[in-house]
């Protein structure tokens, strides 16, 4: 079945430490996005990608780095730039860049910091 | 930028029909409207997603006046398992390039009762 695996469902960082959270896809889209859910609230963009080798910041990209070197996977590195990086992270892709076309999200990462 | 404003909660029964208003006053020509779902823990689920008049699937309709100022996302006869966020979400096509339409609000949390 086609669909989007975030690995791993949870992670835990301590203080000072980079770490990547994983996203691939095989469903063939070209836009690929990360969002993230802090408890309550909705869902803020974090960086988007319309095509491979291409990416673009969204809302809250202060902290965060992306990289898009394969159509299937959009890795999101959490930096330690990042003050408050607890929060639930979900990536999407959907088959063209643009709302119109649908997302599909995988299952999501909680990143806890300790 | 087509901002949606929804309300935050909503409480409904089991049996009952829920009907939930979005509103996009600076909605684009080329917008669409797109609702999702989300469970705790979860990505967003796709839902229904709409231009003009009434659009039904098995799951929901989707209701939206001539003006296309506001939306309504309808589920009919619910139950204790739609108990969940609802997002609206307002967007084309991607053409111009930016990140329109890719904001997901807070959205309406629905609880359903028994």
């Known amino acids: 079945d086609g669909g989007i695996t975030q690995s791993p469902k949870y992670l835990f960082r301590k203080e000072g430490q980079n770490v990547t959270l994983s996203c691939e896809q095989n469903l063939n889209h070209d836009a690929m996005y990360w969002y993230r859910q802090d408890p309550g609230q909705g869902l803020r963009l974090i960086y988007y990608s319309q095509i491979v080798n291409d990416f673009q910041k969204g809302d809250i990209a202060e902290g965060y780095s992306v990289s898009r070197e394969k159509k299937e996977s959009f890795p999101l590195t959490v930096t330690s730039a990042q003050k408050n990086p607890t929060a639930f992270y979900l990536c999407a892709s959907s088959r063209s860049f643009g709302s119109f076309y649908g997302y599909t999200f995988g299952s999501g990462t909680r990143l806890t910091v300790v | 930028l087509a901002k949606t404003t929804q309300p935050i909660s909503m409480d409904s029964y089991e049996g009952q029909e829920v009907n939930i208003t979005c509103s996009h006053n600076?909605?684009?020509?080329?917008?669409?409207i797109t609702w999702y779902q989300q469970f705790p823990s979860q990505g967003p689920r796709f839902i229904i997603q709409g231009y003009k008049t009434k659009v039904t699937n098995e799951v929901a309709s989707l209701f939206i006046p001539a003006d296309r100022k506001s939306s309504t996302l309808s589920l009919p006869r619910v139950s204790l398992s739609d108990t969940a966020v609802y997002y609206c979400l307002v967007g084309d096509m991607g053409s111009g390039g930016g990140a329109d339409g890719l904001t997901f609000g807070k959205g309406t949390h629905l609880i359903i009762q028994p």
């Open positions: 600076n909605i684009a020509t080329n917008d669409y």
